[in-house]
């Protein structure tokens, strides 16, 4: 169709006599040219949707390549490889998981994140990051690290304030951190004889649970 009617541009251009006619000739094959583009480009867009759909992103991608620098097929490119690459990092990170490797997994969901945004993901990142610093806060407090641990359950919470175990965490370490407290107090009272005062002190401390000897 174009094809035709460009040789019929060019066969009235070889008869035209006149500068004016010339211009409008020249004015009616570029606006030819354009919708000749417009069309190929709807066309690219059009078999690349249907290449998506079919699950075959990456011959899209390929035949994307090859048509015009246009922005109508540059901007579905873009989009196209964003998604390629989101689902390529979400299929390591679920590797990563599978592996019991968190850290690494929320690394990967991050890059998805970052070349596709996408709010079910932010979520289980979230979710991710929040389980993540609970168990290293929890390691953390089994080897003795209370401070390292209380800043590790704080920043959970801040992720998922309704983190239960995390709450439940941070209550024990203010716990142990009183019946510290009740104990250093019973030692004192107890050094200077006031056996009274030091009893009712490292009762505080059990009434709180305190495991193994009260002092050395």
Do not use: C, H
Request: charged residues 30%.
């Amino acid at each position: 169709e174009f094809g035709e009617a460009r040789k019929e541009l060019q066969t009235w251009r070889d008869l035209a006599a006149t500068e004016q006619e010339q211009q409008t000739l020249r004015a009616l094959g570029a606006k030819l040219e354009d919708q000749q583009s417009r069309w190929r480009v709807s066309e690219l867009i059009r078999e690349a949707n249907d290449l998506t759909r079919q699950g075959k992103r990456n011959e899209a991608i390929e035949l994307l390549k090859t048509g015009p620098q246009k922005v109508a097929i540059t901007d579905l490119l873009d989009q196209l490889q964003a998604q390629a690459s989101s689902d390529e990092s979400v299929t390591l990170a679920e590797a990563a998981l599978s592996r019991g490797n968190t850290e690494e997994a929320i690394e990967y969901f991050e890059q998805a994140l970052e070349a596709v945004p996408d709010n079910a993901l932010k979520e289980r990142l979230t979710d991710l990051r929040s389980d993540w610093l609970l168990e290293e806060g929890l390691r953390m407090l089994a080897a003795g690290n209370t401070v390292g641990a209380d800043q590790m359950l704080t920043e959970a919470l801040g992720y998922r304030p309704n983190n239960q175990r995390a709450r439940e965490a941070l209550a024990q370490i203010a716990s142990t951190g009183r019946r510290l407290a009740f104990i250093e107090a019973g030692d004192t009272a107890f050094a200077r004889q006031d056996y009274d005062t030091a009893i009712k002190q490292y009762q505080n401390a059990l009434d709180l649970g305190v495991d193994g000897p009260l002092s050395d």
